[in-house]
């Protein structure tokens, strides 16, 4: 059973929000394609190489990169690694338990881990200490510290957020100066849900609990698309699917301008 | 996507794939069902190189007891590889892929089946990827979907699909291994086919708006072949059991 489901939500809730959204509003005030306040806190952990802490609404989501020395897979001898893991650590919800990583919590890293890998973000090529043999290898490790929905949007942020502000700590390793990580493209993910007929960006956790449906697209600053991910059981029409891809490549641009390159 | 760069021409100037298919072509699709004895359902399905087994259990009793729902059966699908199934051999066991597809699979499954005729059980479907070569998902899912209904359990409808990808600024339909390995972009996507909605949607790599739109639509008419190559397998089993000629 889906950790991200258990939760329980009012009858009396569930269809509220189903008429509000028929009106064409939402639970607090928001219209069908707009987030709720974004709040981004760049370099928290300082012992980390690159860090974020990224707050959707009361969703809080703590991303902590480090960056170690190691072998290249032996298919990509000439390319650094990067490794996306999560952790739903359970005081982010009641629902969530401890132990090892989930199918939420590995689906969760998966779709991160595709928008960034296929959007090309990090120049994995110049992450060659010595061809064949080492390489740098670049961990992005997500926690999870408050979950009030949309998990997928404040984490894929959070990852980009911290690998812009990642030093490659090439002293430590007697490597010569560190440098910052080279970084290509700024990927974002927008994740829509679909709650009777009706199609919402950003769920909160009300919202999520209630969805049949889930989309979560990543686009990078050309307007191309380089992970989709549809989640839970129900489904999607092809004008959708359509609509949602669109949406996104607009609300990922918003946030891009106005969150990403806002941080600094 | 690997990303892998390749010297390999994926399409030639008259438009031919490696494998000589056109860009809107399927490999060849066979599918039997009822292949297992000891399983309420089952079915196995080549689909250009791979081969894959899918059984069903249930509705039968859950354990863990604590995951049971009280208004509705869980649908759990494995996805599991066998370690020969690839060039070099896979480590037995769930990896964090195999978890995803799971979910995924389990999922599309889940939207058709009546899961609240059998509160408190599961039904279990667990995929055997025997020999792959891309596309193992939505072959793994077209598999189960005919061994749900061979187990019998009643269902809306069947569920089918197919991948599409991008290979040389080309989308194709139906990656093999080395359209996926080298190619640009994967786009596994599986329907109801009868009311068309998307159950299964995944993409990877490097596709823009018109991309996907087309690559959506050629997934959608190629699912309805799949649709039935199924019902024919399914019925095929019928009448070999009534001692009739099937067309094969």
Known sequence: MSKFTENVVSEITKDYIKKLLEKGTRLDGRTADEYRKIEVQRNFIPRADGSALVKIGKTQVLVGVKVEKGPPFPDTPNLGILATNAELVPLASPTFEPGPPGEEAIELARVVDRGIREGKVIDLEKLVIKENELVWVVFADIHVLDYDGNLFDASSLATMIALLNTKVPAKRNDLGEDFNLPINHIAVANTFVKIGDNIVVDPNLDEENIATARITVSTTEDGKVHAIQKGLEGSFTYEEILNTIDSAKRIGKDIRENIISGVD | ?248
Not at chain 2, 115 to 134: G, N, W
Not at chain 2, 158 to 178: M, Q, S, Y
Request: hydrophobic share 40%; aromatic share 6%; glycine share 8%.
């Open chain 2, 1 to 248: 996507m690997s990303g892998m760069k390749s010297d390999v021409k994926l399409i030639d100037e008259s438009g031919k794939r490696i494998d000589g298919r056109l860009f809107n072509e399927m490999r060849p699709i066979k599918i039997e069902a009822g292949i297992l004895e000891r399983a309420d359902g089952s079915a196995y399905i080549e689909w250009g190189n791979n081969k894959i087994i899918a059984a069903v259990f249930g509705p039968r009793e859950i354990y863990p007891k604590h995951i049971q729902d009280p208004s509705k059966a869980v649908l759990r699908a494995r996805y599991n590889m066998a370690a020969f199934s690839v060039d070099e051999r896979k480590k037995p066991g769930p990896d964090r892929r195999s978890v995803e597809l799971s979910l995924v699979i389990s999922n599309a499954l889940s939207s058709v089946v009546f899961l609240e005729q059998y509160p408190r059980t599961a039904i279990d479907v667990f995929i055997e990827v025997l020999q792959a070569d891309a596309g193992t998902r939505i072959a793994g899912l077209t598999a189960a979907s005919v061994a749900l209904a061979d187990a019998g359990i009643p269902m809306k409808d069947l569920i089918a699909g197919c991948a599409v990808g991008k290979v040389e600024n080309t989308i194709v339909l139906d990656l093999n291994k080395d359209e996926d390995n080298y190619g640009q972009a994967d786009m596994p996507v599986a329907i109801i086919p009868r009311t068309k909605e998307i159950v299964l949607f995944q993409m990877d790599g490097d596709m823009d708006y018109q991309e996907i739109k087309n690559g959506l639509n050629m997934a959608l008419d190629a699912s309805m072949k799949v649709y039935e190559i199924e019902k024919e397998a399914l019925k095929n089993k019928y009448i070999k059991l009534a001692g009739g000629d099937s067309d094969e």
